[in-house]
């Protein structure tokens, strides 16, 4: 069969973003479809943070960085603004400095321990009382999370000629012909699915084999503080972190700070709640998060999270106005143990669905190595 384009990604978030961007470069004609007017999922729900620090080590940690290069890509050809900030992980109690301590000694990341008082010639937001020191790692990125995709997608228009459909929602594949809501049909010789948290409107029988589950995250962002920050200020993280990301499920006393967060503040564990900052030179700083998985998940965001959020934030950092400018809540695909969930539908159609909260971080790499492995 003849077809109108080489490939056709279906959903426009960073994923599909990423593969379209890997095809083109390989030199095919590549169409995309997203079913509303701008992306608007996990993609602009977020802290606007590449980061690498958060995989493990060897293949993962690779491909962030992979990805991270492509981001600096983008910011060297003006597609949009990519800021080197940097991120500091705080120890503001014993088990997390060890922990902190055990991952350098590692050696496995570009990362380093520092004191007190470099962590606060870096970054003017971290709470110094009973600081006991942090990591540095100098390879995170801050992007603007509301404006990247659009620009990006510009960008991808204007060099590669990728074609884009908002609004246009593909409601079945038939072999190499996909159809849209409202009858219109295009062909393609591959077709990936790119779709998101959307596990439901394109083979929902092999989502619901695929082990993926939905995770819901509440986020916060602050009014402009009255003195604007510099660029390149690093992202800032705190010790609950170190139980959320898998990089650091290597360090032998993980199991002793999850065991004292888990007597102290059950609730954190209830929510899925760590903390962290992304500080934009606007002033305004964006903070989070929380996880609520599968069935727990609401369309009501819950006050007590919020709250919770503010509490533990308040410990590591100092804002001069904690005035809340914005909520909002994403909602995000993720496997339990694979960076994304790939599957192969057939010779025509693939699934690519799933990076879980590492999207910004890691989609690029991973279509990346998508395109090199074919």
């Known amino acids: ?90 120890a503001h109690n014993e088990d997390e400095m060890q922990v902190l301590q055990e991952f350098v000694n590692q050696q496995t990341h570009a990362a380093e321990l520092i004191s007190p008082a470099e962590i606060c010639q870096r970054s003017s937001l971290v709470n110094p009382e009973g600081l006991l020191g942090g990591m540095y790692s100098d390879t995170e990125l801050r992007v603007d999370p509301r404006t990247a995709a659009e620009r990006i997608r510009r960008w991808l228009a204007e060099k590669f000629s990728v074609q884009f459909h908002f609004e246009t929602l593909i409601t079945s594949v038939d072999g190499n012909e996909m159809l849209s809501s409202n009858n219109q049909r295009w062909n393609a010789g591959k077709i990936i699915i790119c779709s998101g948290s959307d596990l439901n409107t394109l083979y929902p029988e092999h989502f619901a084999k695929s082990n993926l589950v939905l995770c819901k995250l509440q986020m916060l962002r602050s009014v402009a503080q009255a003195k604007p920050l510099p660029e390149n200020i690093p992202h800032i993280a705190s010790g609950l972190t170190l139980r959320h990301y898998t990089s650091f499920n290597c360090c032998p006393s993980l199991e002793m700070l999850k065991n004292r967060i888990a007597r102290q503040a059950p609730e954190l564990d209830k929510f899925g709640v760590h903390v962290m900052a992304s500080q934009f030179s606007s002033g305004e700083v964006i903070l989070g998060d929380s996880h609520e998985y599968g069935e727990n998940i609401s369309p009501f965001d819950k006050i007590e999270i919020d709250e919770l959020m503010i509490r533990e934030l308040k410990k590591v950092i100092r804002l001069n106005d904690w005035t809340i400018k914005e909520k909002w809540h994403g909602i995000y695909a993720k496997h339990p143990d694979l960076p994304v969930y790939e599957e192969d539908i057939n010779e025509s159609v693939s699934l690519f669905v799933g990076t879980g909260g590492a999207g910004m971080t890691m989609s690029f790499g991973l279509a990346n190595k998508y395109w090199n492995d074919r």
């Open 1 to 90: 069969m003849d077809t109108d384009y080489d490939v056709a990604i279906i959903g426009g978030g960073i994923v599909g973003l990423a593969q379209a961007w890997m095809a083109a470069r390989n030199g095919y004609k590549v169409i995309v479809f997203e079913k509303t007017s701008v992306a608007e999922g996990a993609t602009v729900r977020n802290f606007g943070m590449i980061w690498p620090i958060g995989q493990p080590a060897e293949e993962l940690y690779q491909i962030a960085n992979r990805s991270r290069e492509f981001w600096l890509e983008l910011g060297d050809a003006g597609a949009l603004d990519v800021e080197p900030c940097g991120s500091i992980h705080l």
